[in-house]
Nanobody, 124 residues
Framework: QLQLVESGGDLVQPGGSLRLSCAVSGGGLDTYAIGWFRQAPGKEREGISC????????LYAESVKGRFTISRDTAKNTVYLQMSSLEPEDTAVYYC?????????????????WGQGTQVTVSS
């Protein structure tokens, strides 16, 4: 059974930076595509970034492109989301998710395994 644990959420001021981690156990990053999603209060969950298992290729939503960077450490079996130039609109619960059926990762909700989420609040 694959397990994902997010960490790194915090309260940060606008313009600040934060790095989220997604620790994966029960399977390798060479098998599972990993996606980062977020859900703000009263809004639907949205995909913001993902990294493919096969070649480490990445995708970003337009809303975070140029500000967020996804990366992975296969030795630690951990995926990171480096977030910079944070805005109040980035306030949300951030989730990571995994799936072994995507050859290339997607920013859709059809991931099989999900973490519990970590809260990011951007406010002065």
């Amino acid at each position: 059974q694959l397990q994902l644990v997010e960490s790194g959420g915090d309260l940060v001021q606008p313009g600040g930076s934060l790095r989220l981690s997604c620790a994966v156990s029960g399977g390798g990053l060479d098998t599972y595509a990993i996606g980062w999603f977020r859900q703000a209060p009263g809004k639907e969950r949205e995909g913001i970034s993902c990294i493919s298992s096969s070649d480490g290729s990445t995708l970003y939503a337009e809303s975070v492109k140029g500000r967020f960077t996804i990366s992975r450490d296969t030795a630690k079996n951990t995926v990171y989301l480096q977030m910079s130039s944070l805005e109040p609109e980035d306030t949300a619960v951030y989730y990571c998710a995994a799936d072994s059926t995507f050859r290339l990762c997607v920013l859709l909700l059809e991931y099989h395994y999900w973490g519990q989420g970590t809260q990011v609040t951007v406010s002065s």
